[in-house]
């Protein structure tokens, strides 16, 4: 299985208000850096068979922007096993009960996604797990078979960015006009 890790976009500031802070939606530049992921994860053909959030807004708007833009037409699930709370037990569950799949997008939150993704990277039997940064929006590509996890990708968003960038420039030289 391919797994995809996905921090959400960016959401603004952290309200004081827990409450509040479930509902805090994305901002205007997690809008747009989730719609340059979609279209960076087009331009590189990945289709996913599964999109799993988090049940808070703003996880679910960037599921939503990048599943809806790369052309996934079922519905997102929502799963607590992503939740700002959830353990590694939960998640790991998760993953066993959609282990059949080949593509398999998940977004949630930090700290507990680079726990998860550490965790996944270095056998069990190791003092500690392996330490990977997740800024807002980074996407790490995982192939799950047997033993530990394998890191394939981890595409920052200022890489995804600079892709963007490059791949929507005109490609035709500019002439003068005189």
Do not use: W
Not at 117 to 139: D, E, I, M, N
């Amino acid at each position: 299985m391919n797994l995809y890790i996905l921090r959400h976009a960016s959401a603004g500031t952290r309200r004081a208000n827990p409450i509040l802070d479930l509902k805090r939606p994305l901002d205007k530049e997690g809008k747009k850096h989730s719609l340059q992921l979609a279209y960076v994860l087009n331009a590189l053909n990945i289709q996913f068979d599964l999109i799993i959030s988090s049940p808070l807004k703003r996880c679910l708007q960037t599921a939503s922007l990048v599943g809806t833009e790369t052309g996934y037409e079922a519905q997102i699930l929502h799963s607590t096993a992503l939740a700002p709370e959830a353990t590694y037990k939960e998640f790991h569950q998760l993953l066993n009960q959609y282990s059949d799949r080949e593509n398999l997008l998940v977004v949630g939150h930090n700290p507990n996604l680079t726990t998860f993704l550490g965790s996944l990277l270095v056998p069990t039997t190791s003092p500690a797990p392996a330490k990977v940064r997740l800024r807002k929006g980074s996407l790490a590509r995982l192939v799950l078979t047997r033993g530990p996890a394998t890191l394939q990708g981890l595409l920052d968003p200022r890489t995804v960015r600079a892709l963007y960038a490059t791949s929507t420039k005109s490609s035709r030289r500019k002439i003068s006009r005189k």
